[in-house]
């Protein structure tokens, strides 16, 4: 069993930036790999980026590439979402999430979730 608590969401303004964090507990959180997806109203959850467990191989889906960053903490049982350049289109509920096979963009690879945390930004 994994359980998950994000943290960090808030309201910024287009052009600004925020950082997620997602705290785990539960099992050997370097075997598992992590997740971000996002869920704006009226979409459908989506795939943001994901991490190894080692850390060492990421991917993003093309919407963030090259403004976002996942980065992990296994000493902290963390995972990180930096998020730079937001634009109004990335307002959503943000949720990470644990898969114990493989980093992915598919939803239904991942067994855990947390509760999201709102991210609003304004134009």
């Known amino acids: 069993q994994v359980q998950l608590v994000e943290s960090g969401g808030g309201l910024v303004q287009a052009g600004g930036s925020l950082r997620l964090s997602c705290a785990a507990s539960?099992?050997?959180?370097?075997?598992?790999?992590m997740g971000w997806f996002r869920q704006a109203p009226g979409k459908e959850r989506e795939f943001v980026a994901a991490i190894t467990g080692s850390g060492d191989v990421a991917y993003y889906a093309n919407s963030v590439k090259g403004r976002f960053t996942i980065s992990r903490d296994n000493a902290k049982n963390t995972v990180y979402l930096q998020m730079n350049s937001l634009k109004p289109e990335d307002t959503a509920v943000y949720y990470c999430a644990a898969s114990p096979s493989t980093a992915t963009r598919l939803t239904g690879e991942y067994n855990y979730w947390g509760q999201g945390t709102q991210v609003t930004v304004s134009s």
């Open positions: 539960g099992r050997t959180f370097s075997r598992v790999a």
